[in-house]
């Protein structure tokens, strides 16, 4: 079996390692998203395009770079579902971000958005890199 370390290299794209990927390399090898992103750690490979949008990517000078942006109405529900998920630090870990997306049939992309919305913060990545 391939290790992460291979899968790792064979995955970079322009020398990063997009956050898809990671779990794909995990679902693949049978391992945690977290130790493919601790790996990654180690190897000194950054991490891209996170499928929150907590780092940007695509060039700046094109206009292509994305990145959270606050919504400015959050629909009720999300705002409540969004609130009752906080953490003790009253931050949103990634892994509640995602359920709530798929409870909502929305992109992730938008939970971050309406997170921000509500000057609320994503936390705990669960591929470490925050």
Do not use: N
Not at 10 to 19: I, N
Not at 21 to 30: N, R
Not at 58 to 78: D, I, M, Q
Request: aromatic share 6%; glycine share 8%; charged share 25%.
């Amino acid at each position: 079996m391939e290790d992460i370390t291979e899968a790792i290299s064979r995955a970079l794209v322009d020398g990063q390692l997009p956050c898809a990927v990671v779990f794909e390399i995990a679902e693949t090898l049978g391992v945690e998203p977290l130790q493919v992103g601790e790996e990654a750690d180690r190897l000194d490979v950054r991490l891209s395009h996170c499928q929150l949008g907590l780092f940007g990517w695509g060039p700046k000078a094109e206009g292509k770079y994305r990145r959270v942006k606050p919504l400015k109405e959050v629909p009720p529900a999300l705002a409540a579902a969004i609130r009752a998920a906080l953490g003790k630090d009253s931050r949103l870990a990634c892994v509640d971000a995602w359920r709530i997306a798929a409870q909502f049939g929305i992109a992730k992309q938008t939970v971050a958005d309406a997170a921000e919305g509500l000057e609320l913060r994503v936390s705990h990545c669960q591929l470490g890199a925050f």
